[in-house]
């Protein structure tokens, strides 16, 4: 088998792959909205890919991984990874977790990640309201994920929140030292949403990038006795192309509350000092940005021999990216604790999808699907009507 060809579309301004072969099977990826500027990137990548075994990822990866780097790059690499697998599994005609060592459980635990509910203001009472909603979601979630400081709009809603002045441009831009005012705010709004949740449901709380050492390490103390499961990137997070895992690490070693980061970081060697350090305790790389399920496995089960935990990132995953999540999330060790999920970011999305279960969550949980490769097809009858012009080749 034969790769011929490597296309892009966008959806829903969700970056598509569609790697084709000389033996009539496909294979799909598929890149965060978030990106919709992503298609040249992707497309870099066909001459190193045309011509060879798909189903030979491993040789493949060879190729194209030392040609990637964190966001956006090695989004582009992710999504060819994933579709490869995706081939692999249609060609043996059996799940992708098959290809990755078989199932270590039969259903995985997700947590809400793109299941949100719009935000009325930013005072503790909002926060109740807010987790009150998220807490009767339909999907059951036995753990919700908040945003609060810097990666929330505090920073200028919030009167007097930091010493720091505006920044404009990218994505969470701010950082700086929070006022006295500041901290007490952020920690009343957790404490009124764990009022909320009592001890039924684990709260996480994505919190930046942004914060400072000394902040960092006071909002975590403080936080201690509400047995938070994670506080996520505190220090670095979206679009920051390095690691810093010595600020990390102090940060980790001066609390009780689980530190968390990982959602920006490209390949395992890029993991290495958080997890032999022990700079953190959850690692959370996404697929769609990490090079792919395999690399996510890998760092999984390096990270599972250093005692540190696994919750992996995926919120602008779309349905192609969740599909790649269960399929690896079954095969995970023990250190895993739960997904970030994903959904259609258009209600189209759900009807051009075919082989989802109904419903998707069910108690917090998906039970892994047993159809070959990722489980996934889109339909192209369906699809066509969504595609941008110029690509309506794109499932010839």
């Not at 005012?181 to 949403?193: D, N, Q, S, T, W």
């Not at 970081?265 to 790389?285: C, D, H, S, T």
Request: net charge negative; aromatic share 10%.
């Amino acid at each position: 088998m034969k790769i011929t060809d490597l296309k892009t579309t966008i959806l829903g301004q969700h970056p598509i792959i569609r790697i084709t072969t000389d033996e009539g099977i496909s294979g799909l990826g598929q890149v965060e909205s978030y990106k919709p500027y992503l298609r040249p990137h992707i497309n870099f990548y066909k001459e190193h890919i045309v011509g060879e075994d798909p189903t030979n990822v491993a040789r493949v990866m060879l190729k194209i991984r030392n040609l990637g780097a964190f966001k956006p790059w090695g989004s582009a690499v992710s999504a060819i990874e994933m579709a490869l697998w995706d081939i692999a599994g249609k060609a043996a005609g059996i799940p992708v977790y098959k290809l990755l060592g078989g199932k270590v459980r039969d259903r995985v635990r997700v947590y809400n990640g793109a299941v949100r509910f719009p935000m009325a203001g930013y005072s503790p009472e909002d926060y109740a309201e807010n987790m009150a909603k998220m807490k009767a979601a339909k999907e059951g979630f036995t753990i919700i994920k908040q945003s609060i400081g810097f990666h929330s709009p505090m920073v200028s809603e919030v009167p007097n929140f930091w010493y720091g002045e505006p920044q404009t441009g990218g994505r969470h831009p701010h950082r700086g030292l929070v006022t006295e005012r500041g901290l007490k705010h952020v920690i009343a709004c957790v404490e009124a949403m764990k009022q909320v949740l009592g001890d039924e449901i684990g709260l996480a709380l994505d919190c930046g990038p942004g914060w400072m050492v000394p902040d960092a390490i006071k909002l975590a103390k403080a936080l201690e006795p509400l047995n938070l499961m994670w506080l996520e990137d505190l220090l670095t997070g979206d679009y920051t192309p390095y690691v810093q895992s010595d600020l990390y690490r102090e940060v980790t070693q001066s609390t009780s509350t689980p530190i968390h980061t990982g959602e920006q970081i490209y390949l395992r060697q890029n993991f290495k000092e958080l997890i032999e350090r022990k700079a953190v305790n959850i690692v959370g790389p996404d697929p769609c940005d990490v090079g792919g399920i395999a690399e996510l496995k890998w760092i999984a089960e390096y990270a599972d021999l250093h005692g540190i935990l696994m919750a992996p990132h995926g919120t602008g995953n779309g349905l192609i990216g969740l599909a790649a999540l269960v399929q690896v999330a079954a095969t995970l060790p023990q250190n895993y604790i739960a997904f970030e999920y994903p959904i259609g970011n258009t209600d189209w999305w759900y009807e051009i999808v075919e082989g989802l279960p109904n419903p998707i969550v069910k108690d917090g949980f998906i039970e892994v699907w047993d159809k070959p490769g990722m489980g996934l097809e889109l339909n192209p009858q369906a699809a066509k009507h969504y595609l941008p012009a110029g690509d309506e080749d794109f499932f010839d």
